[in-house]
């Protein structure tokens, strides 16, 4: 082997040498960069695994972020609102002893009357026996409330002595108070309700002359208005030219518009018709219908309001939707009497109970609401418009029985 031979096979191999080591230089950022390119997968792969993860927290976090505002939507409503359901809770709590105050005293009368009776029997007495409810039985009898209704309050109290659960005068108090809310709550109790979707929505109205009926429907008209109803009035009780002309004021009164007859001693299912007509043609919210009264001819007047109701049906569908019985309350007993007969001929939806102020009667609700199961709409304690007030059944037997175990129930 020559010595040019050696020379090149050691220049080769040290070429050699240098490319492997090149070369091995050369891998090695590159086997760092795949270890970087799959440690960035890594945590590009746990990136996803991370992302989700925060899309779960996002997804999550919304959720709980829904979760939360809602939450703080209730809250921050009800923080915002706090101001409007607590401070009109204010003024409306100072609303309710106002009108507590009211009806207390537009019932001045009727505690004055056999509740203070009872109160007087009570009073001083510290135990409860037989001999102290004949004479609660004997007080019941004769005030206004009718024989039926008396007895059952009467058989109430008796179960409960037996029982040994009437020990005091709070006791027995507690107890008729609370039957007598009973009776008064009927199913449906309170101020009429305009449902949507129906016009005209239509009320008769009916009762015999002279127990403040054509007033009522006034009244009636102008807290429609009030909720904001457009309200159209039918001057039907063709044979008083009062009742005419008094509607006709009432209806100035609360901006309604008014239907009257032609002539006195008209139709009066004419005048309803033609006042479904225009009320129809104007599209108005409310029709309300007076009627005649003359409880000297009962038969004819039955059969007159019976020709009104099919009268009405024919021209508006389901309708009357309300029929409303008006009674005078200074009527006592007589009002169960009358509301009887009403019954007899109309399917009656509710009570209005007038001249509550001006009588000691006012007990004559419970007999009327528990012999025939009517509830009672209204109750009108006054002269004034808000004296028509809607009927609240636990409202009216406190304001009725309270202090009586106390003081006789005058005040």
Known sequence: ?????????????????????????????????QEAEAEEPAEGERTPTEEPADAEEEVEQ????????????????????????????????ADRKAEAARLRKGLAKTRGGFIARLGGLFRGKREIDASLLDQVEEVLFTADIGVRTSQELIDSLRKELDKKRLTDADAIWHKIRERSAEMVSQQGFGAVTIPRGVKPFVILVIGVNGTGKTTTIGKLAARLKDEGHSVLLAAADTFRAAAVEQLTIWAERAEAEV????????????VIVDALKRAIELKVDVVIADTAGRLHTKANLMEELQKVRRSISRWVEGAPHETLLVLDATMGQNAIAQATLFQEAMDISGLILTKLDGTAKGGVVLG????????????????????????????????????????GGEG
Do not use: H
Not at 67 to 84: F, I, L
Not at 376 to 386: A, L, T
């Open 1 to 33: 082997m020559d010595l040019s031979t050696i020379i090149f096979s050691v220049l080769a191999l040290a070429f050699l040498v240098l490319v492997i080591q090149a070369i091995r230089q050369m891998k090695a950022p590159i086997d760092l960069g």
């Open 259 to 270: 239907v009257k007859p032609s002539k006195e001693g008209a139709d009066p299912s004419s």
């Open 368 to 407: 009327i609401c528990n012999e025939l199961s009517i509830p009672v709409r209204f109750i009108g304690i006054g002269e004034k418009v808000e004296d028509l007030r809607s009927f609240e059944p636990r409202a009216f037997i406190e304001a009725m029985y309270e202090g009586a175990e106390l003081t």
């Open 62 to 93: 919304p959720a709980a972020e829904e979760g939360r505002e809602p939450a703080e939507q209730v809250e921050e409503p009800a923080a915002e609102e706090e101001p409007d359901q607590q401070e009109p809770p204010e003024k409306p709590e």
